[in-house]
């Protein structure tokens, strides 16, 4: 077995943050997001198995996925009214020193 600098997942720990990150149906969502059978999300949940280890990572990663995306749709959502003529990014590449 190899060591993880976290520890596994608990049931309370699954059960939050799936709600979070899908609502209601988080159960199928979320089984469906890592790729296992809802069956596993309810037994784990339950407290009938323990998660594999990978699990927290993969939620770690889908959250973070997640919140991304978010920030993304509320930006184009911010934006989306502003004339073509807005200035665009602030950022211009230099040229080079050496050129």
Request: aromatic content about 12%.
């Given at each position: 077995m190899i060591d993880s600098a976290y520890p596994l997942l608990a049931p309370h720990?699954?059960?939050?943050?799936?709600?979070?990150?899908?609502?209601?149906?988080?159960?199928?969502a979320l089984a469906h997001a890592i790729g296992v059978k809802e069956a596993e999300i309810v037994s784990v949940e339950s407290g009938n198995a323990a998660a594999p280890s990978e699990w927290r990572a993969q939620l770690i990663a889908l959250a973070q996925d997640m919140a991304l995306r978010s920030l993304e749709v509320a930006n184009?959502?911010?934006?989306?009214?502003?004339?073509?003529?807005?200035?665009?990014?602030?950022?211009?590449?230099?040229?080079?020193?050496?050129?």
């Open positions: 720990e699954l059960a939050q943050t799936g709600q979070a990150l899908f609502g209601a149906g988080w159960r199928a184009n959502l911010l934006w989306r009214d502003l004339p073509e003529e807005a200035p665009q990014e602030l950022y211009a590449p230099q040229a080079p020193r050496y050129a």
